[in-house]
């Protein structure tokens, strides 16, 4: 279905209802630039470092799209999909079975979610709706449930420090969006809705977040803008 939530005047703070379920892909990729690219790029390099049989969990996985990918490519990796939606998690299981694929899903808090021996943790512009008191306790039990070796793969949407060139870079954004067909109208009421819900840091920020877990290093893989993939390694 077509993304046209935000035609009508927002009557709360942004949540992943089901009426977002029901449009989250096409949301999520007319609001995303190169969403489906930096997904893609995601899936290859995991397929490449993971070990035989490793075992990833993607916490906030929606509708199971990245989890699918790294499907494709190896189809013996054991993976599991957490979610805080039912409605999401309902999505993903129809979805996983329409491709054939093996993966496990539960509806659950990232926050609470037991990790537990994983080979690698994603985390697809999730973490940023993780309130920033506790964001750093999540990513060191991340860090905490990874084995020797393991990566915490995180995508986020970012901010600039200069307050100047940040608003080039949002000017930049609302423009595409535009592009993609969402009204002036549509992008406002947007923004309004996701205040103060989602919280995003800036590059360093969320470097030093991972840093400050305990990871060894922390690689940049995709950049568009606000918006950025990292790999951390354990």
């Known amino acids: 279905m077509k993304d046209e939530i935000f035609k009508e005047p927002i009557k709360k703070q942004f949540e992943f209802d089901d009426f977002v379920v029901s449009v989250f892909d096409d949301m999520i990729g007319r609001s995303v630039p190169f969403y489906d690219v930096s997904g893609k790029l995601v899936s290859e390099i995991l397929a490449k470092i993971l070990p035989a049989k490793a075992r990833v969990i993607d916490l906030g996985c929606s509708t199971a799209t990245s989890l699918l990918l790294l499907n494709q490519l190896r189809s013996d ?19 996983a079975k329409a491709y054939g694929a ?40 991340i860090y905490d449930g990874l084995n020797e070796g393991g990566v ?54 969320n470097r030093t977040l991972a840093l400050g877990a305990g990871f060894k290093r922390v690689e940049s893989v995709f950049k568009w803008g606000n918006f950025m993939t990292f790999l951390a390694f354990k």
Request: aromatic share 10%.
């Open 152 to 205: 915490f793969v995180f995508s986020e949407k970012i901010i600039y420090e200069d307050k100047k060139f940040a608003k080039n870079m949002i000017e930049i954004y609302e423009s595409y969006k535009e592009k993609q067909g969402y009204s002036r109208y549509e992008i406002a009421q947007k923004r309004e809705a996701l205040e103060n819900v989602l919280i995003p840091y800036t590059e360093e920020e």
């Open 102 to 141: 093996r993966i496990k899903f539960s509806v659950g808090d990232a926050l609470e979610s037991q990790i537990c021996q994983m080979d690698a943790v994603m985390m697809n512009y999730t973490l940023q709706f993780i309130r920033p008191p506790k964001r750093a306790q999540l990513v060191k039990s």
């Open 77 to 95: 990796l054991v993976l599991e999909g957490v979610d805080s939606s039912s409605a999401m998690i309902e999505n993903a299981r129809k979805k």
